[in-house]
């Protein structure tokens, strides 16, 4: 068997960060996926079909523990319904930095981005997400913002 070392000496740290954890752009392209999919209604299995993969490549996929190509996001987008760009979407400047060709010159400093992801990744936030997106009625998801908002208290960002 091989080491660990022998595997990352011939392949390289595809995008890792030295810790050996996923990319925090990777996770958070991931998160990306999760968050639309649930929005979607849409389970592993059936986003799995439709790219032609197993529903354990999708979970992988959504940890951010396998990077997903150029053409996979393309397709990606379109089963998802969303432009390419929104997997990219708020994401933090932190984060940001954190590009693979910045981390291996060690430009930037390898924090724990990665395990201090948005809460749009945390499960009871997305059923919260999928919730409101079912409401038909533009009224009264409006009157809900609002009170989530009054009950949240004040933010740094307002919309």
Do not use: W
Not at 105 to 126: F, Q, Y
């Amino acid at each position: 068997m091989q080491g660990k070392s022998n595997v990352m000496a011939r392949h390289g740290n595809r995008g890792r960060l030295p810790s050996g954890q996923p990319n925090p752009i990777d996770v958070h392209v991931g998160a990306r996926v999760l968050q639309r999919r649930m929005v979607l209604g849409m389970s592993q299995e059936q986003l799995g079909k439709a790219l032609g993969l197993s529903f354990q490549q999708i979970q992988k996929y959504e940890r951010g523990a396998n990077r997903v190509g150029s053409s996979r996001l393309f397709d990606l987008a379109n089963i998802l319904r969303v432009p390419v760009s929104f997997f990219f979407e708020e994401m933090s400047e932190d984060v940001r930095e954190m590009t693979p060709s910045r981390v291996g010159r060690g430009m930037t400093e390898a924090s724990s981005a990665a395990e201090d992801m948005d809460v749009t990744i945390k499960r009871e936030s997305l059923k919260l997400i999928h919730a409101y997106c079912r409401i038909s009625d533009p009224r009264v998801r409006k009157e809900l913002m609002e009170l989530i908002k009054a009950v949240a208290g004040p933010t740094k960002v307002e919309d």
